[in-house]
């Protein structure tokens, strides 16, 4: 049986950013392991949604940089996320309509439950209609 492990936001970011001398190596030992299919890493959307919001407001990624740089390590079927396609809906969506990721995540949340959003956020009541 694999080993599991679950990932927090830091791990992500230090992997993804390769920007630490002591602890970019360390995750990347984790991705590594995954990409030879000897463990499951899990995580779910709350940690992904720090990360993007890390990214994009720390280190000014674009959506599409976000987009480009999540969606590959996301799709590993060994990384274990609630609501994957969920995820990846909102990472489109923020990349074409240029939208935070939460409010990404909460309209496909409402679509999804088929209840109307109700919000005063102007970009996700144009969604909504």
């Known amino acids: 049986?694999?080993?599991k492990y679950f990932l927090d936001t830091n791990i992500f970011l230090r992997?993804?950013?390769n920007?630490?001398?002591t602890l970019s190596p360390k995750a990347k030992k984790y991705f590594n392991l995954l990409s030879n299919n000897q463990v499951i890493l899990i995580s779910n959307s709350l940690v992904?949604?720090?990360v993007v919001w890390v990214l994009k407001s720390f280190?000014?990624?674009s959506h599409i940089k976000v987009n480009n740089?999540?969606?590959?390590?996301l799709s590993h079927k060994n990384l274990k996320i609630n609501d994957k396609p969920s995820i990846f809906k909102t990472l489109d969506l923020c990349q074409r309509k240029n939208l935070d990721f939460v409010d990404a995540y909460i309209y496909f949340e409402?679509?999804?439950?088929k209840i109307?959003?109700?919000t005063f956020d102007k970009k996700l009541n144009k969604l909504s209609k």
């Open 59 to 61: 280190y000014k990624y």
């Open 69 to 73: 740089s999540l969606t590959p390590l």
């Open 1 to 3: 049986m694999k080993k």
């Open 48 to 50: 992904i949604a720090e």
């Open 110 to 113: 409402a679509k999804k439950r």
């Open 19 to 21: 920007d630490h001398s």
């Open 15 to 17: 992997f993804l950013l």
């Open 116 to 118: 109307k959003l109700i």
